[in-house]
């Protein structure tokens, strides 16, 4: 599978185009349409995935699924949000143990509850070399996605801890919805550090 990106909009978002046998896979559809199409060129893509339901990853999302067609997919519990702000209809609602494909990869869906409560991370584990995590805004270089209580912190930590640092090796290679990629193993020694401070 070939991964390709672009910066889009006010608050610099990432767009991923993942690509395997020809189709591909957007993950985001953030803003700048034009710019998104660009990336796209003629790959047809079968899939659109929107992390999670905050509005500076939807800015595009209806004009690219209207030109592309593509499957729209989204978290379960941020669906019906993100179909009020954009007005599509999202065709798969998923979470843990749910799956989307491009060409022949399988990409693991994985839930985490605290930046908003339906965020969900696409993680790829191809038979050779280092899984990658596209995470939406659920982990950053440095630290957690934002939260805003003290329950969403914790939610959010437990989350990552389990399903993500407890899991995932440390070659792993994490793609953020902002931002430059890390690995796990650059933030592992962190995670005791980001409990303390609370963020």
């Given at each position: 599978?070939?991964?390709?990106?672009?910066?889009?909009?006010?608050?610099?978002?990432?767009?991923?185009?993942?690509?395997?046998?020809?189709?591909?896979?957007?993950?985001?559809?953030?803003?700048?349409?034009?710019?998104?199409?660009?990336?796209?060129?003629?790959?047809?893509?079968?899939?659109?995935?929107?992390?999670?339901?905050?509005?500076?990853?939807?800015?595009?999302?209806?004009?690219?699924?209207?030109?592309?067609?593509?499957?729209?997919?989204?978290?379960?519990?941020?669906?019906?949000?993100?179909?009020?702000?954009?007005?599509?209809?999202?065709?798969?609602?998923?979470?843990?143990?749910?799956?989307?494909?491009?060409?022949?990869?399988?990409?693991?869906?994985?839930?985490?509850?605290?930046?908003?409560?339906?965020?969900?991370?696409?993680?790829?584990?191809?038979e050779h070399g280092a899984a990658h995590l596209f995470v939406g805004d659920s982990l950053f270089p440095g630290g957690a996605g934002k939260t805003t209580t003290p329950e969403d912190f914790r939610s959010l930590m437990t989350d990552l801890e389990a399903k993500i640092f407890g899991r995932f090796g440390d070659?792993?290679?994490?793609?953020?919805?902002?931002?430059?990629?890390?690995?796990?193993?650059?933030?592992?020694?962190?995670?005791?550090?980001?409990?303390?401070?609370?963020?």
């Open positions: 599978m070939e991964i390709t990106s672009t910066v889009v909009g006010p608050m610099s978002n990432n767009a991923y185009l993942l690509t395997d046998s020809g189709e591909g896979l957007l993950v985001d559809a953030p803003a700048d349409a034009l710019a998104l199409l660009a990336l796209i060129g003629d790959t047809p893509i079968g899939t659109l995935v929107t992390t999670h339901r905050h509005h500076d990853h939807l800015g595009a999302l209806a004009e690219i699924a209207s030109h592309t067609g593509a499957r729209l997919v989204a978290g379960a519990p941020d669906a019906a949000a993100i179909e009020a702000a954009t007005g599509v209809s999202i065709d798969d609602r998923v979470w843990d143990g749910d799956h989307v494909h491009v060409g022949a990869v399988r990409l693991e869906v994985i839930g985490l509850v605290g930046h908003t409560p339906g965020s969900v991370t696409l993680a790829w584990t191809p070659d792993t290679v994490v793609h953020p919805g902002h931002g430059d990629p890390t690995t796990l193993g650059k933030e592992r020694p962190h995670l005791r550090e980001w409990w303390d401070r609370g963020w």
